[in-house]
């Protein structure tokens, strides 16, 4: 999960904006400047809608769809980018290009920003949290860095190509997420632990709560224990 957030393809967005601008043969040093400036707060307002939706929709669900879309819109740049550039007086393909970049980063911000974090906590007993978050912490630096530092070179021999890695990537990181990623919506800690302890854990996390799933988490064998509790 720290992996995934920093190398979905938004760290072009965030750091490499110029370069993916003059792929879609946008050069004026004041409208790159103000594209600049747009993106990060319409990304902000992606974040704020996400982090009210993820108790809503579900970690899984926003995960899944918004890295689909994610992909999506790579496609989509890929495309303009290449029409931007092979006819430079095709200013709708720019101005796509442009739209799309935007998207994606609203997209992003909506479903993985309010989780990069969270995620990570949620999946970690109390015990292994801290140590935890400490080791998701230092792979996304390193996944960041990686990034940031190969991204440039990318950019400068094979250019909007580039982004057809990104389209491939997202998709793995769907079907990996499909398969491996548990929902840990609405959980409580125990109920956690019984999902991870189970012997699948996706299957077990898409599970209608219920009654014994709660009696189960607090180790108890049914109605007469919980009495005698009481």
């Not at 609203?106 to 995620?119: E, H, K, R």
């Amino acid at each position: 999960m720290a992996c995934f957030g920093q190398i979905s393809g938004n760290s072009l967005t965030s750091y490499y904006m110029p370069a993916m601008l003059e792929n879609a043969n946008i050069n004026d040093p004041h409208t790159v400047l103000a594209l600049n400036a747009i993106n990060p707060i319409l990304s902000l307002f992606g974040a704020v809608l996400g982090a009210r939706m993820t108790d809503v929709v579900g970690r899984r669900p926003l995960l899944l769809y918004t890295i689909v879309f994610c992909a999506g819109c790579f496609a989509i740049i890929t495309g303009t980018s290449k029409a931007a550039l092979e006819n430079s007086g095709n200013k709708a393909a720019g101005n796509a290009s442009v739209a799309f970049i935007f998207i994606f980063g609203i997209v992003f911000s909506f479903g993985w920003t309010p989780l990069q974090s969270m995620y990570v906590a949620e999946s970690l007993p109390t015990a292994t949290r801290a140590k935890g978050a400490s080791v998701g912490g230092l792979a996304s630096a390193i996944a960041s860095t990686i990034i940031q530092y190969s991204s440039g070179p990318a950019f400068e021999h094979i250019g909007y190509h580039f982004y057809i890695v990104f389209i491939f990537w997202d998709l793995f990181e769907a079907a990996f997420i499909y398969f491996f990623f548990p929902e840990t919506k609405g959980r409580t800690l125990e109920e956690l632990s019984e999902v991870f302890d189970a012997p699948n854990p996706v299957k077990k996390s898409l599970e209608k709560r219920n009654a014994q799933t709660v009696l189960n988490t607090l180790r108890l064998q049914g109605k007469e224990k919980l009495d005698s509790c009481a």
